[in-house]
């Protein structure tokens, strides 16, 4: 990989002058930080994770703090992020980080991928970004990009083969501080530049490199690596339909109390209000559906059903 110098020094001067400006780059966030960022962001926009990673993180702003808060709150200030199992994932993760390492995050691989929800990917973020370890983080964005850059092909999507981490490790600079700005680099440009479908080679700053390009875009868009899926009328829409329902009843609760402090506000939304059966049958039409939906979102301990057949937020 001859062009891999060439081109990590062009993206290093591209990311520089057109890097997103989040909250959590540039060395302004603590490790928890980034951490809570990157599951947040996962299957997210970046641009949607900003007001709930500020919110966040000004509520609970180390682990312990988020190991203290109620399921209730924890689900309400995940809003609609989607996929709020990962909510709850992230406390038990504080959790572990508060009663194993003194709410220190650890500063290895091991011991950050043995953690609550916490894979390769995240863990992998961590050391780099927050860390400034050599590692490779390998994620869609970063494969589309390796794939089509230094092999002239779409990536394959799915699970990250051998030959993509070998090729990730193989032009993943050298020097630690080098290989974060790639990191980056790479991901940003997956992101905003070289999309799945759509890319915008005018704009990319490695066009002259890429043997992708070169090759005329062979088969673009024919295996995206982020499928779109169809959200009207799935179990999900329902279940976020659920979940927002009780969410709204717990942010009424909430104002409706005179709030000074971040432990008062734990301490209303430890108390959630209950949705009473004939407006939750009100939800969705399909109520086998909407009963399955219940049942699963019980399951997953993101809602306690009563035995008036009420809901409401665990405690």
Not at 144 to 165: D, I, N, P, Q, Y
Request: net charge positive.
């Amino acid at each position: 990989m001859a062009a891999a110098p060439r081109i990590a020094k062009r993206l290093a001067a591209w990311w520089e002058a057109n890097a997103r400006d989040l909250p959590w780059r540039f060395g302004r966030a603590t490790p928890w930080g980034v951490l809570v960022s990157e599951v947040m962001s996962q299957q997210t926009q970046m641009s949607r994770v900003v007001p709930y990673w500020q919110a966040w993180m000004e509520l609970w702003p180390d682990a312990s703090a988020l190991a203290g808060a109620s399921t209730a709150e924890v689900i309400t200030m995940w809003g609609r992020l989607g996929y709020p199992r990962r909510a709850l994932r992230l406390q038990e993760c504080a959790q572990a980080v508060s009663e194993r390492y003194a709410d220190e995050l650890p500063r290895t691989y091991e011991r950050l991928v043995a953690l609550p929800g916490i894979g390769d990917y995240t863990a992998s973020a961590v050391m780099s970004f927050a860390y400034g370890k050599r590692v490779a983080v390998i994620d869609t964005n970063i494969r589309r990009v390796l794939s089509r850059v230094f092999l002239g092909k779409e990536s394959m999507g799915g699970a990250a083969s051998a030959a993509e981490r070998a090729l990730a490790n193989t032009v993943l600079p050298q020097d630690p501080s080098a290989s974060v700005m790639w990191n980056q680099a790479v991901m940003e440009l997956g992101a905003v530049v070289c999309a799945a479908k759509k890319p915008l080679c005018e704009r990319c700053p490695i066009a002259g490199e890429c043997l992708f390009l070169e090759s005329g875009l062979p088969g673009l868009g024919e295996k995206r690596t982020r499928p779109r899926q169809r959200f009207q009328g799935t179990d999900r829409q329902v279940r976020g339909i659920v979940l927002n329902a009780l969410r709204g009843l717990s942010s009424e609760h909430a104002s409706s109390q005179p709030r000074t402090t971040a432990a008062a506000s734990r301490a209303h939304a430890a108390a959630p209000r209950s949705l009473p059966r004939e407006q939750v049958e009100s939800l969705w039409k399909d109520h086998v559906q909407l009963d399955s939906c219940i049942a699963s979102l019980d399951e997953d301990g993101l809602i306690e059903i009563l035995p008036d057949g009420s809901l409401r937020l665990p405690r």
